[in-house]
């Protein structure tokens, strides 16, 4: 059984704090690492796909680094804002389609 | 694009009763996969479909559980009998069976089972 965890499990932070959590997954057989916001009440949506050791992507304030040899990605939102407040989620692809998905980072900003 | 479609949004059943869920998925995607989302256990795969065939399915449940493509837009998910064990959200997402293998999801549906 393929485990892949995040941490923190929860997060609060003020409005115009950078924040950062982590998503482990095992590091053989790695094909994709996927990031998801998804907000209550809604659908996972689509942040970035990570394929490339050492990769890092860029949207607006969120970021994300991949390090497939460790086994880790980092997520990193820059000047939080309450409307960050979210799930984020990763899900670690060993095949391509088949997506093993984290628990989840529940982060709370607080204005 | 109107994106993943999921109907019904919300259904109450009581126990025993066959609950139907369906799911239509972005034009010109060919991949479909169910999921199932409880607070105890996060968001699980139940089963997947390429192109109508399903792909790997090891995650349904148990036989009670079934799930359907009748053609390359459309997707069943049928309970039968069902459980308040079954309570969840459900969701479908859809992709292009491409290099990203992106997953678009659905707005999920609320299962209640009294």
């Given amino acids: 059984i393929l485990n892949v965890e995040q941490s923190p499990q929860s997060l609060h932070v003020q409005e115009g704090d950078s924040t950062n959590f982590t998503c482990s997954f095992p590091s053989s057989n790695f094909y994709a690492l996927h990031w998801y916001r998804w907000e209550t009440a809604k659908s996972p949506e689509a942040l970035f796909v990570m394929t490339l050791n050492g990769d890092e992507k860029k949207k607006g304030r969120i970021s994300a680094t991949l390090n497939t040899k460790e086994g880790y990605s980092y997520l990193y939102i820059k000047g939080s804002q309450p409307e960050d407040s979210a799930t984020y989620l990763c899900a670690f692809s060993p095949m391509g389609q088949n997506f093993v998905f984290g628990p989840g980072t529940r982060l709370s900003v607080l204005p | ?114």
Avoid at chain 2, 21 to 41: A, D, P
Avoid at chain 2, 78 to 86: A, F, G, L, T, V
Wanted: hydrophobic share 35%.
């Fill in chain 2, 1 to 114: 694009d109107a994106g993943v479609i999921q109907s019904p949004r919300h259904e109450v059943t009581e126990m025993g009763q066959e609950v139907t869920l369906r799911c239509k998925l972005i034009s010109g995607h060919n991949s479909l996969f169910w999921y199932r989302q409880t607070m105890m256990r996060g968001l699980e795969l139940l089963i997947y479909f390429n192109n109508n065939v399903p792909i790997d399915d090891s995650g349904m449940p148990e036989d009670r559980f079934s799930a359907k493509m009748p053609n390359a837009s459309f997707s069943t998910l049928k309970i039968q009998p069902s459980e308040p064990r079954d309570s969840a959200v459900y969701f479908c997402a859809s992709s292009l069976f491409s290099d990203s293998y992106e997953q678009y999801f659905g707005p999920g549906t609320r299962l209640t089972v009294t």
